[in-house]
């Protein structure tokens, strides 16, 4: 079995890319799916999985999600439960023997035992700001600060998120078979070369 | 013009992926070369020159090369002469137009404005020691130990040198087109996929 993880920071077309070598290499493929999954089976609604698997909160503050939410104790241990489930539904998924692409959720260390092809994917602040600027949807702020702000703060979380299990540090070369720097790049274009480089390397170590 | 830099980690293979993809390319290759160059034309050993040049010491400390060094002020001004002609003959080799791959002293910072493809190559310390131990010659000390010893400073000296010249670090993604892991790769299968990704991020860059 074939397991190909994908990281990324926020605007660098990392989500694209695992779609598209998915596409071309005939590979199922886990993004969006995984937090469906989750909120399903635990009861909520994916924005909200979504929001709570995404953000860290130092367990002694007060914690304000929206007016309604003002309950620490509550929050972690749904924090917990999702989490949990997370760890569980990505398990599930290399379970089934078959060959996949995931992007994101720190599915690289969840499956560090089925030794996965593990791509991080990085670009310069322009290429991000002008991707981010392209793909914005009617009515969204695509101002450069609030795209700044943005990268900084879903970056950030990422960051934590993976922090939170494992000391290996988000984007750093040590824990990644492949770092791809997008700039310059038509990801479409990409692919492929970043598909068959994983393919041989599955090769290489007989998988 | 095409220009290929490779950085890396010591042990990581890096400098043989060099060279396979400069025979694979059919570019031009540049690494020993630079410092022969350099010690010719500043009139000092080879030796002399690799040492000067991949060292760096704080300008306040007493300096002790062998007995016969003693002259912090020397030292500095001999390093600073060899780092202006280190950038000397790197600009001419960039000059000349051939296309060619460039391993090692900063060259991806001193070609900025020639748009190389700047990779970084790294792997697992177990791999480098284990490549380290099948490449000693003679004699060599191929204790686990010593190779560690080796690889942290020659390392910390690789990173030293960088951020003389600069701000972006040693290894650090956002300084590189890719950053390839050589765990569980053999270089010579390795080489031509580096080699064609690089190729197709110049045609796409019109280079």
Not at 40 to 64: G, H, M, W
């Amino acid at each position: 079995m074939r397991i190909i993880t994908v990281s990324r920071e926020f605007g660098s077309g990392g989500r694209e890319l695992g779609k598209r070598m998915a596409e071309h290499l005939g590979f199922d493929y886990y993004d969006r799916e995984i937090i469906t999954t989750i909120a399903q089976r635990c009861k909520v609604s994916e924005d909200y999985a979504e929001y709570l698997l995404n953000n860290r909160f130092p367990s002694t503050s007060p914690i304000v999600i929206s007016q309604s939410f003002q309950l620490p104790e509550v929050m972690h241990s749904a924090q917990l439960d999702l989490l949990k489930e997370q760890t569980r539904v990505i398990k599930e998924i290399a379970k089934s023997g078959r060959n996949c692409v995931i992007v994101g959720r720190n599915a690289d260390l969840l499956l560090e035992e089925e030794a996965p092809f593990n791509i991080f994917v990085c670009a310069d602040t322009a290429s991000k700001i002008k991707r981010c600027q392209e793909r914005a949807q009617n009515g969204e702020d695509v101002s450069e600060k609030k795209i700044l702000s943005n990268i900084k703060l879903i970056d950030k979380n990422r960051r934590r998120t993976r922090e939170m299990i494992s000391d290996s540090p988000w984007g750093s070369r040590e824990a990644y078979n492949l770092i791809v720097n997008t700039t310059g790049w038509d990801i479409k274009k990409l692919a492929p070369y970043v598909a068959g480089f994983a393919v041989e390397w599955f090769e290489e170590n007989g998988k």
